[in-house]
């Protein structure tokens, strides 16, 4: 029998707020342990949770960047466990009544050429629930450490339908989440770091079946290659279970990266009996309709139809815009240039080459984290750059020199030509007498081409770009040497 | 009247982590059915009509705005309250989920 895979998964996203979602403490990544703590992070007895309204509105813009509903009445449950992570003894969340309601995310499905646009198809969302981060907990040889920093830290959990088929799937929607959330603002969505951390639940059918079948949870997964390789080992392991006569059991396992495989977890049905009811300590929260309208009023473009804008209205091929929009900062820059000079695909190879690999040189972080923000260049030293070249004053050739120069000193490209002298160099009467000199001084090259070797030409053009330091236009030279060897 | 409600005592002291005596279980265990039962009282009576509400006061919207960080304690002061800590951690058993 052949089989087809479900998968579902559940994505922890930390609100970039400044103090925890119950209480002011404040939250940074990376503190010292147990220095971002007070009484109601602990638990302490007496103490009240208050909740953090800039949490509830971000939670709400991503939820309408999502194409969620937001709910008009949400409250808080208690979720209770015991685990050491959790010093209430149970984690303040929503059951029932979640702050979103359903939502759908585009993806595209990579495509294998590449260089070319892939399948595009929505996913839907089921919610995103508004709850707190419980502590850190470091397993040690004989013990267990609990930093208590990220306990109560507002946290978004979107949780999708079983609606992908395949861990391309999967991955195509983290990354289409991510830019989504980044764009909005509401997370820098860091992995490394736990700002955004994926569950996968994965359920094996035969192919056709309605009925789904058992399915698994997998937790742990802290990167998108772990998702990928996870989903992937998971469906390979339930096919077999099933192929052998067996069934799948319903259960948490956890991905163990270093070793490529999971475990069971606990299967125990009791683990998940959370008694859950309503906080007394939180009041409902009903969201006004106007702020949901002025949330969705101030959205930004999505990253999608920001890239069928670029290839309609400034005819960008699909390899520039796939690096350009799902990056809302250099998308912006990009636009931004255009307003010191309208000359769109110039520009834009310059953004998305020369900006981007400059900017990779210096960073440590790789190409997913740059920030054009920290450079010495705007918006306009690109369109001006762009003017020179389009109006001739400047070859590309010298523009990659102009560029190098401004990028490490922050100068516009027209100070940078005049002070160098990089002026392209239309002076026919100077030009003609280097020509004159690089064809008498290589009559090997010269009677070459006139054997029919076009590219000999080359070896005379170089004397003369170097005798002019680049600036003669190559076009013009290049007719000139023909010329004047027909001539001769 | 409905059966009379149970509790799985050995159910629900797991639940909560707690070790009892047989003694305690057959105590307790008549003490939360008398609790149960008194729930059945209450759903005896007839709510049609009424709204349902998560809250005993009709109050919403009660928020911190501003999102200002207030003080924090000073990892000394959580590990006092700790029975072991090391290296500003509290220190427990060793859990493996």
């Known amino acids: 029998m052949d089989y087809e895979a479900t998968i579902g998964l559940e994505i922890h996203v930390q609100i970039k707020t400044r103090t925890k979602m119950f209480t002011a403490a404040p ?122 920093n990220r306990a109560g830290v507002p946290l978004a959990e979107i949780v999708t339908e079983p609606d992908m088929s395949s861990s391309a799937e999967a991955v195509a929607f983290l990354n289409a989440l991510r830019n989504l959330i980044i764009y909005a603002g509401i997370s820098d969505c860091d992995m490394e770091k736990g700002q955004l951390r994926c569950d996968a639940n994965v359920s094996l059918k035969p192919v056709g079946s309605t009925e789904l079948g058992t399915r698994t949870e997998m937790k742990n997964l802290n990167s998108i290659s ?111 240039a255009l307003e010191t000079h309208h000359s769109p695909k110039l520009i834009a190879n310059y953004v998305a080459n020369d900006l981007l690999r400059e900017l990779a040189a210096g960073s440590e972080h790789g190409a997913q984290n740059l920030k054009v923000s920290a450079c010495q260049l705007t918006p306009a030293h690109i369109g001006t750059l762009a003017k020179l070249i389009d109006e001739g004053v400047i070859s590309k050739q010298i523009a990659k020199e102009v560029f190098t120069e401004m990028f490490a000193t922050g100068e516009l490209p027209d100070a940078i030509v005049e002070k160098k002298g990089l002026k392209q160099s239309n002076d026919t009467g100077e030009i003609e007498a280097l020509c004159r000199e690089a064809i008498a001084g290589n009559e090997k090259a010269v009677n070459q081409y006139k054997d029919g070797n076009e590219k000999a030409i080359n070896a005379l053009k170089g004397p003369v770009m170097k005798a002019t330091k680049g600036k003669a236009n190559p076009a013009m030279l290049d007719e000139l040497l023909k010329k004047l060897i027909d001539e001769g | 009247m409905s059966e009379t409600p149970h509790i799985d005592i050995d159910y629900v002291a797991n639940l909560a982590r707690i070790e009892l005596t047989d003694e305690e279980k057959a105590k307790l265990g008549s003490q939360l059915d008398d609790i149960l039962g008194y729930f059945d009282k209450l759903n005896a009576v007839d709510v049609s009509g009424v709204e349902p509400m998560a809250h005993a006061h009709a109050v919403t919207n009660v928020w911190r705005e501003g999102d200002q960080p207030g003080p924090v304690f000073d990892p000394e002061v959580l590990m006092q309250m700790a029975p072991e800590s090391r290296e500003n951690q509290v220190v427990v058993p060793k859990v493996v989920e």
Not at chain 1, 48 to 60: F, G, S
Not at chain 1, 101 to 112: F, Q, R, S, T
Not at chain 1, 262 to 274: I, M, Q
Not at chain 1, 305 to 328: A, I, M, S
């Open chain 1, 226 to 336: 772990n998702v990928k390789a996870a989903i992937e080992y998971e469906i390979e392991r339930q096919r077999d279970v099933l192929e052998s006569g067996n069934l799948v059991v319903q259960e948490t396992r956890r991905w163990d990266v270093d070793q490529g495989i999971s475990f069971s977890l606990r299967s125990k049905e009791e683990a998940h009996d959370y008694r859950y009811f309503p906080d007394p300590d939180l009041m409902p929260v009903e969201f006004d309709r106007n702020r949901v309208e002025a949330l969705r009023a101030e959205l930004p473009e999505r990253p999608f139809d920001k890239q069928r804008r670029f290839e309609q209205e400034y005819g960008l091929p699909y390899t520039v815009t796939t690096v350009l929009c799902p990056n809302r900062e250099l998308s912006e820059f990009f636009e931004a």
């Open chain 1, 27 to 148: 939250y940074e990544y990376g503190a010292a342990p147990n220095t971002l703590t007070d009484a109601v992070v602990l638990g302490l007895p007496g103490t009240l949770p208050v909740l953090n309204h800039a949490a509830i509105e971000k939670c709400a813009q991503l939820g309408l960047m999502l194409g969620c509903e937001i709910a008009e009445v949400c409250k808080w449950d208690r979720k209770n466990y015991f685990y050491p992570d959790s010093p209430k003894n149970y984690q303040l969340t929503q059951n029932d009544q979640p702050l979103c309601l359903g939502g759908e995310v585009e993806i595209e499905l990579a495509d294998p050429a590449r260089n070319a646009a892939g399948e595009h198809r929505w996913v839907k969302l089921n919610r995103i629930h508004l709850e707190e981060d419980p502590g850190k907990l470091t397993h040690e040889a004989f013990d267990t450490l609990i930093d208590f």
